[in-house]
């Protein structure tokens, strides 16, 4: 499913996105600090689910979705969402995820489609991403390299 991904990544990338500069990673991704522990806590407990129908960009807080911490299938915390990838629609297509992975030498961008997660609404404001998918398989899949990067860094 994230192979499949990185060809839907490739494509949306000629597509508006909005990106933010690659956070410097945090703490291991299974340590995070007391506060953003308590954040996931607090959203897995209480949050509302965001269907998907309502991932458009009019209809949420892009603001407060990028940098939304994300956790895998064991509600670990694994990173942060780095990149939306929006069709000209408006609809969410795909998230880059920042992966942290305790060094600022491992940190690692991948590609996922927006139906592989589901987007948690705090209380408070704010959003969570849970991945359909655990850390090691999440770390295992290929890194993002948007489509124009990848056409200038072989001359094209």
């Not at 993002?144 to 056409?151: G, K, L, N, R, W």
């Amino acid at each position: 499913m994230l192979i499949k991904m990185t060809a839907l990544a490739s494509a949306l990338s000629g597509l508006v996105y909005t990106s933010l500069p690659a956070p410097a990673p945090l703490m291991a991704p299974d340590a995070p600090n007391e506060d953003l522990q308590q954040k996931i806590a607090l959203t897995l407990d209480a949050g509302r689910e965001v269907p998907p129908h309502a991932l458009v960009f009019e209809r949420v807080d892009v603001d407060a979705l990028m940098g939304a911490p994300v956790v895998d299938t064991q509600e670990r915390f694994v990173g942060h969402v780095a990149q939306l990838m929006v069709a000209e629609n408006g609809r969410i297509e795909g998230l880059v995820l920042g992966l942290e992975r305790g060094l600022p030498s491992a940190y690692k961008e991948i590609a996922i489609e927006s139906e592989e997660v589901d987007v948690l609404r705090a209380m408070a404001g704010g959003y969570l991403v849970k991945t359909d998918d655990g850390f090691a398989a999440l770390n295992n899949a290929p890194e993002f390299v948007p489509e124009y990067e990848s056409a200038s860094a072989s001359g094209s």
